[in-house]
């Protein structure tokens, strides 16, 4: 301890001036708003004296570190006044102690000295007065000081390293710089990695999304990890190098970058580790696209994924064989819909997403063939330099509509060849697409909410061929907007809003049947029926235009009722529930449209693709029989069975 404390003593008296240049800044800091004509704009003296104290002390603690970092080891071990410790019996440890303590003390207690005399003289210490620098960041603040504390000592070691690397001449000097180009190359890769997987991209608004900021819990990491190596190889300088400046340089390079290439290595685990996640992975899901008509088992989903905050995956996923494949759509992803479409007859998914990092680089399309096993994402020639505001896939799957920065084009998804092209305007909230027809592209168009919380709904046609945008309908003072769902054929559409379930034309928006009060839901047969569950889970089958009764089905106990499929044009599979939890086993049947008859096909167990209910919870995937879900932008729930 009595060599610590001599070592320390000595540093402190040869740079004694110090002291007296910091007290000399903060005594000029007091008297500066006794200069006429300095305080202007409406600054306080005090507000004046701190803020310039505060200026002073961060230029004079910043110099002071730079030059001790630069001389209190390095330059006492370059022109050799090292042997003058070592010459006497010195531990290397008590050495290398008390000169960095001395220069801490010396660097932070410059800048106490300088705001002293303000302090005394009622300065306030507000930067983002004088300065600028935002409010409410004080000098004195928990948050500045550790930013000033870090920056300090970051600047005394790393000087202390530039400087023996540069004026040591040694040939390992060429190491140095290459193992730093290595060390940022490595940091920058496992950065990029979580960008490109949309890491952050999209802030979270729920309670499973973490707070924290997996970018800026990196960087603390990454500047504690640089401060720690450097602390250690400094001490391992004068340790092992003693008088030798190039056994010091040596020394000090390979724990230096052996530290930080460590670092570099687990956050490259780390960041693989993040990225790579199944659907068993998943807290829940937020959001569900499947095919129009459910002729598929194919469906994709995205949802936060459990011990990864910030993180939302987004996967195509088989209910029949429970293969996976996750994609890159989750940026792009507005809260009603993700950006991709699956065939009505369930051959192809396309899907958008970034070429590289997300809204720094333009959008592709991507497909799969999901009729073909194995079969892998395919990027096609169709791009576009902004996310899309809406999106539709052809019947058959070979021509894409995409609405995009008030433009809607239409292109052939196999060669990329643009088909139609054309502007629209309006204020957008949000856009839904449907193909008419193989050469009609219909665009409705939803509004951002007025004053008085009422939409218009806008709906335009575009010809294919001529690439002309007809206006052909418009519904105003929509109260409550909750949902459109269009027919397969297009010439139909289910409006509901909060008090009310409509039938409309859907190329005018004319009323064609009012389904009455809330608590129903309604969907479309493959022919265009249409199908009503009513509050006491009876199931009505209506005619074409919702004004006749066709059929009515009772399924006696069921507490739920959920429109599954049409395995036959005269048959309609639904599942019903005796306790209306998704977790309870559903029962599927069979309907037949034309004599009314129900028969039982056993019980099904479905996994709810639903937001996460508790922290901690898993989206549970195995042994279910199938999927469950409610479609936002309509409200009614949706099946996909396994069979």
């Not at 202007?40 to 505060?54: D, P, Y």
């Not at 890491?199 to 499973?208: C, D, F, I, L, S």
């Not at 010439?491 to 064609?512: I, K, M």
Request: no cysteine.
């Amino acid at each position: 301890m009595k060599v610590f404390l001599a070592v320390f003593e000595r540093e402190l008296v040869e740079r004694r001036m110090l002291a007296a240049a910091a007290l000399a800044f903060g005594l000029f800091a007091v008297a500066v708003p006794l200069i006429p004509g300095f305080a202007k704009g409406g600054l306080t003296a005090a507000e004046v004296r701190g803020g310039v104290a505060i200026g002073f002390a961060l230029l004079l603690s910043t110099l002071t570190a730079v030059f001790l970092g630069g001389s209190i080891l390095a330059s006492d071990l370059l022109e050799r006044r090292m042997g003058f410790y070592f010459s006497r019996p010195l531990s290397g440890w008590m050495l290398w102690a008390g000169k960095i303590a001395a220069a801490l003390v010396l660097t932070f207690g410059t800048g106490f000295l300088v705001l002293l005399p303000a302090a005394l003289a009622g300065g306030r210490f507000d930067a983002g007065g004088i300065w600028g620098m935002g409010q409410g960041w004080t000098a004195d603040g928990s948050e500045a000081l550790t930013l000033w504390g870090l920056g300090v000592l970051l600047l005394i070691f790393g000087t202390n390293a530039l400087i023996l690397i540069v004026r040591s001449r040694s040939p390992w000097a060429a190491l140095d710089v290459a193992a730093l180009v290595l060390v940022v190359l490595v940091v920058w890769d496992a950065r990029n990695r979580l960008l490109v997987a949309g890491v952050g991209a999209t802030p979270a608004r729920e309670w499973w999304a973490d707070p924290l900021n997996v970018f800026a819990w990196m960087g603390n990491i990454l500047v504690l990890g640089s401060l720690a190596a450097l602390l250690l190889a400094g001490a391992v300088q004068v340790v092992w190098g003693r008088t030798d400046v190039r056994r010091a340089h040596r020394s000090l390079s390979a724990v230096l970058w052996g530290v930080l290439i460590v670092l570099g290595i687990v956050f490259e685990i780390l960041t693989l580790w993040w990225v790579r996640v199944s659907p068993r992975d998943l807290m829940g899901v937020t959001q569900v696209v499947a095919a129009p008509a459910g002729s598929s088992s194919w469906i994709a989903f995205e949802g936060p994924a459990a011990h990864r905050p910030g993180y939302s995956p987004t996967f195509l996923y088989d209910v029949e064989s429970g293969r996976a494949i996750r994609t890159r759509m989750g940026p792009l992803a507005a809260w009603w819909s993700l950006p991709v479409r699956i065939s009505n007859d369930g051959s192809r998914a396309v899907w958008l997403e970034f070429q590289g990092l997300p809204f720094r680089s333009p959008v592709n399309l991507d497909r799969l063939d999901l009729r073909r096993p194995g079969a892998e994402p395919e990027p096609t020639r169709i791009s576009l330099p902004g996310g899309p505001e809406g999106l539709a896939l052809s019947p058959d799957g070979r021509r894409i509509a995409i609405a995009s920065r008030h433009r809607l084009t239409v292109e052939d998804v196999e060669t990329g060849r643009l088909l139609a092209s054309a502007g629209y305007g309006g204020e957008l909230w949000f856009s839904r697409l449907a193909f008419v027809g193989p050469d009609r592209v219909r665009l409705y168009q939803i509004s951002s909410p007025m004053k008085s919380g009422s939409r218009s709904l806008d709906i335009f046609e575009i010809d294919v061929a001529t690439s002309k945008v007809l206006e052909t309908g418009r519904l105003s003072d929509l109260h409550g907007f909750s949902g459109w769902l269009p027919s397969p054929d297009g010439e139909r559409a289910l409006l509901r809003t909060r008090t009310q379930l409509q039938l409309r034309d859907a190329r005018t928006g004319e009323l064609l049947a009012d389904f009455g009060a809330p608590g129903r839901f309604a969907s479309f047969l493959d022919d265009g029926r249409v199908t009503v569950v009513t509050p006491e889970r009876d199931l009505i089958v209506l005619d074409r235009d919702g004004s006749r009764e066709l059929r009515r089905f009772h399924l006696e106990g069921a507490k739920a009722l959920i429109p599954v499929d049409q395995p036959a044009p005269g048959s309609l599979r639904v599942v019903t529930s005796r306790t209306a939890d998704p977790g309870s086993p559903w029962t599927l049947h069979l309907l037949d449209l034309q004599t009314g008859a129900v028969r039982s096909l056993g019980d099904r167990r479905l996994a709810l693709l639903g937001a996460p209910k508790r922290a901690g919870s898993r989206l549970s995937l195995e042994g279910a029989q199938g999927v469950i879900w409610k479609e936002p932008y309509s409200l009614r729930e949706r099946v996909v069975l396994k069979d």
